[in-house]
């Protein structure tokens, strides 16, 4: 009886597991850590892990950082990425005239 529940259990899982995987993007196939849930899942719960428990326990007695210079000094590169990468999109589709909102392929 056990090994029945055991075994059904592992059929269910299985095609609940196959049947989100016929949802994803197909433009996604071959993304790393997008295939296998073995891979993506350790990521997601090690995270959880540090965040819910490790972090606030390695900072219980101590005094937060001083992180003001160092966001400051994020925050500069993400605009200055940003801009760049704002740039290359419109040369590359509405300013290089290769481009239509209304007569695009989508395929």
């Given at each position: 009886m056990v090994i029945?529940?055991?075994?059904?259990?592992?059929?269910?899982?299985?095609?609940?597991?196959?049947?989100?995987?016929?949802l994803r993007d197909p433009r996604t196939i071959?993304?790393?850590?997008?295939?296998?849930?073995?891979?993506l899942l350790p990521v997601i719960f090690g995270y959880l892990y540090v965040?819910?428990?490790?972090g606030p326990r390695w900072m219980a007695n101590r005094k937060p950082?001083?992180?003001k210079w160092a966001i400051m000094t994020y925050n500069l590169l993400q605009v200055i990425a940003n801009?760049?990468?704002f740039v290359r999109y419109m040369?590359?589709?509405?300013?290089g005239g290769n481009y239509s909102v209304f007569c695009q392929d989508w395929t």
């Open positions: 029945t529940t055991a075994s059904r259990l592992a059929r269910e899982a299985s095609e609940k597991y196959n049947y989100i995987a016929s071959g993304w790393g850590y997008t295939e296998d849930l073995r891979f965040v819910k428990r490790a950082y001083n992180l801009a760049f990468f040369r590359h589709t509405y300013l």
